[in-house]
């Protein structure tokens, strides 16, 4: 009987497999990932055709890596698991010293002046991030680990993303009144603007990324949180192509992607103004000028409204993380959809289209401001991962209240 109950401990404890791959949606996804590549070529050369596959891989490695960019702060404010943040803090130290040297020596294939993701400290930039944060915990399915805990499999996701692209088209109109009505503080860099450089911002920042590294272990011992959930892998080489990989190695590959992104076109990684300018142009084919919103003109981006979509480097870089993460999906099995309480679907687009208008007027979320912009020494990006965290929380003790009180 003992052994029995050790045998089904450890079966418990083993990793789910994988499905069979989805062979006519992986047949569809390299067709349109040859068509993307086509188009991407025509219109802008080779060094769009770069970067188009830097996407794609850039979205292999979210979904292999299991790298959840909205999970890390669900997993602290719900169960206390301080692991994904230790990955983080790793991810963020790479790209941070990969991004002090392009930045240095300006290390750029791109004819455009080398640019971080820089922004405003503005009443946007709080309010944003913390509407962000509590529509992030109200509803995402926009996390990688989501792929394998959502109802209704990826029916919960696309109301989501729905919701993010009508959120971040409203953000866009109301741009203005966050950031230029209100008050707001310029761009401020840990490294130009305090007199650090850049050898001085990044030993500062590695020294924070070390210390939460070391207060989330003593965090781990003192409180013991559950672990992860085992996730879907495979054994052996098999594992690079279908299976999940360690956490610092997604960690390592994110890093180093956002860095040739940042060294292809001049600027790193940006997810949402990609979404805000797909939202937009649908707009503007049915007949609604938006190029007079302020947000197109505060963020210099006009041209890309007019010009065609694939002449958009930050939108070729993102259809190739679309597709690289479709791709990822169908080689496990992932690709699926069920019926889903309306209810739900209701959460889950409100959810979407909160985190899409605080991430608009927040000038960006989990990718561009909190990735990219804390690589690139941004005292915004800071600010932002602060807020957002707070308003993770102020949603989780909203949704706890009910329970507590049918308690």
Known sequence: MTQNKVHSSKSNSSSPTLRDPQNVLIILGILVVLLVTYLAY?????????????GVLIGFALFHARFGFAAVYRQIVETGNTELLRAHMFMLGIATTLFGFILMFDISASPNMTEGALSPISIGLVIGAFIFGFGMEM?????????????GGRTALLCTLSGFLSGAVIGAYHFGFWNKTLPSIPKFSLAIDTGLGYVGAWG??????????????LYKKRKKPRLLPALPTAVGWKRIIFGSWPLWVGALVLAVLNAAVFILQGEPWKLTAAFTLWGSKLLMNLGIDVTQWE?????????????PVMMDSMSVLNFGVVLGTFLSL???????????????AILAFVGGLLMGYGATISFGANIG??????????????????MAIMGVYAAYMVGKKPNLASK
């Open 295 to 307: 947000y197109w003109v505060a963020e210099e981006r006009i041209p890309a409204l007019i010009e």
């Open 369 to 386: 401001a909190y990735f990219s912009g804390i690589a690139s020494f941004s005292l915004h990006a800071w600010i932002w991962a602060a």
């Open 204 to 217: 500062m920042q590695v020294a924070i990324f070390a210390m939460i590294i070391i207060l989330s272990y």
């Open 42 to 54: 025509q219109a802008s050369g080779f060094e769009s055709v770069l970067l188009f596959w830097v």
């Open 330 to 344: 169908t080689l496990g099995g992932m690709i699926r959809f069920s019926k889903i309480a309306i209810h739900l």
């Open 139 to 151: 509803g995402s399915g926009l996390a990688p680990a989501s792929f394998y805990t959502a109802k």
